[in-house]
């Protein structure tokens, strides 16, 4: 029998909701690292994420880059899709929609993800992009997610 492979992020996850420790580092990827993610609040289907935004994301204007914006989006709804889901699954963002409300200059940004449904194949989750004081929605977004088995390939 082959033992069942999981998605590193999603047991981090539910080990640390478990726990409940919680304002900590999210360097699970580099990209989360670049970003200076941490993990503000968690339960499974919610989590709260803040990200330290440098100069380096800033576009021509001097304000946080669009692309910027949606991936803190993405990372957040993603790690709230994979708090629900159980050991072997993983998933993958189908389609995302997503609304600039105001520009923001480099700083902690929070993000807040709820997850509104999980199917057999499909999560639907929505978040909202704040100032670090949560006074100002720079930008919300929606978004599905493909709900699938974790698949190691093992090289040859």
Same mark, same amino acid.
């Given at each position: 029998?082959? %033992? /069942?492979?999981?998605? %590193?992020?999603?047991?981090?996850?539910?080990?640390?909701?478990?726990?409940?420790?919680?304002?900590?580092?999210?360097?699970?990827?580099?990209?989360?690292?670049?970003?200076? +993610?941490?993990?503000?609040?968690?339960? %499974?289907?919610? !989590?709260?994420? #803040? *990200?330290?935004?440098?100069?380096?994301?800033?576009?021509?204007?001097?304000?946080?880059?669009?692309?910027?914006?949606?991936?803190?989006?993405? *990372?957040?709804?993603? &790690?709230?899709?994979?708090?629900?889901? #159980?050991?072997?699954?993983?998933?993958?963002?189908? #389609?995302?929609? !997503?609304?600039?409300?105001?520009?923001?200059?480099?700083?902690?940004?929070? !993000? #807040?993800?709820? /997850?509104?449904?999980?199917?057999?194949? /499909?999560? &639907?989750?929505? +978040?909202?992009?704040?100032? %670090?004081?949560?006074?100002?929605?720079?930008?919300?977004?929606?978004?599905?997610? &493909?709900?699938?088995?974790? !698949?190691?390939?093992?090289?040859?």
């Amino acid at each position: 029998m082959n %033992p /069942v492979v999981d998605n %590193p992020d999603r047991a981090f996850l539910e080990r640390v909701i478990a726990e409940a420790k919680f304002d900590i580092p999210l360097e699970l990827t580099a990209g989360l690292s670049a970003l200076g +993610a941490r993990l503000i609040q968690g339960r %499974p289907g919610a !989590v709260e994420l #803040s *990200y330290d935004v440098s100069e380096a994301a800033i576009q021509g204007n001097g304000v946080v880059a669009g692309g910027t914006l949606m991936t803190m989006l993405d *990372y957040a709804m993603a &790690f709230a899709v994979l708090s629900k889901l #159980s050991c072997g699954q993983t998933c993958a963002t189908t #389609s995302i929609t !997503v609304n600039m409300q105001a520009a923001v200059k480099p700083s902690r940004l929070k !993000v #807040s993800a709820t /997850v509104e449904r999980v199917g057999r194949q /499909v999560a &639907f989750a929505r +978040a909202e992009l704040f100032d %670090p004081q949560r006074e100002l929605l720079v930008a919300s977004a929606s978004a599905t997610f &493909f709900i699938m088995n974790v !698949v190691r390939t093992q090289a040859a």
